[in-house]
């Protein structure tokens, strides 16, 4: 969508331009776009211009969601004995390996987000295209999960599971 709205400003550009030119010779350069030559009301003068800020603030944040944010967040518990600290990454690791073992799994890319009081894990299982995902699925709740929850001490941790598969006609993605 992006890049057919793009060709199509191009093109409109380059229209613009040759019109210009005068390489375009059904039409006339000095000609008037509108009928006319009045300006329009100061009320839709303002109307577009609050319309183009909105549009830019539309678009600068499209624009930021495209870069990644991969930030390390620590986990802090203090009791009375001290406290501890641990990177989320650090604590996924072992589980993300475990995941890796299964069979048909490829890779798995786990992230840990949230307080270690309401955490959430997003999983990325990439899969061979063969592989029997509900099985994996079952697994991973009945096995890796429960581990994972008694090693940080979150009974209520939940994960959201996304599978990539991959087979020979490229990578398709199952949720």
């Known amino acids: 969508m992006l890049g057919l709205l793009g060709l199509v400003l191009l093109l409109a550009g380059a229209l613009a331009v040759a019109i210009h030119l005068d390489f375009v010779p059904q039409v006339d350069r000095d000609a008037s776009l509108l009928p006319g030559t009045a300006l329009p009301p100061a009320w839709v003068l303002w109307v577009v211009a609050a319309a183009a800020v909105v549009v830019a603030l539309?678009?600068?944040?499209?624009?930021?969601?495209q870069i990644p944010r991969r930030k390390v967040v620590s986990w802090r518990w203090a009791d009375e004995a001290g406290a501890t600290r641990i990177s989320t990454a650090t604590a996924t690791a072992p589980f993300a390996e475990e995941i890796t073992?299964?069979?048909?799994?490829?890779?798995?890319?786990?992230?840990?987000?949230?307080?270690?009081?309401?955490?959430?894990?997003?999983l990325v299982v990439r899969a061979h295209g063969d592989a029997d995902l509900r099985g994996i699925r079952r697994r991973i709740d009945d096995e890796g999960l429960p581990r994972l929850r008694e090693a940080l001490g979150t009974p209520d941790l939940q994960a959201i599971v996304e599978f990539r598969m991959s087979n020979s006609k490229g990578d398709a993605r199952v949720r």
């Open 58 to 65: 539309l678009c600068l944040r499209w624009l930021a969601a």
């Open 101 to 122: 073992a299964y069979p048909g799994v490829r890779k798995v890319e786990a992230e840990l987000t949230g307080p270690h009081t309401a955490p959430r894990l997003a």
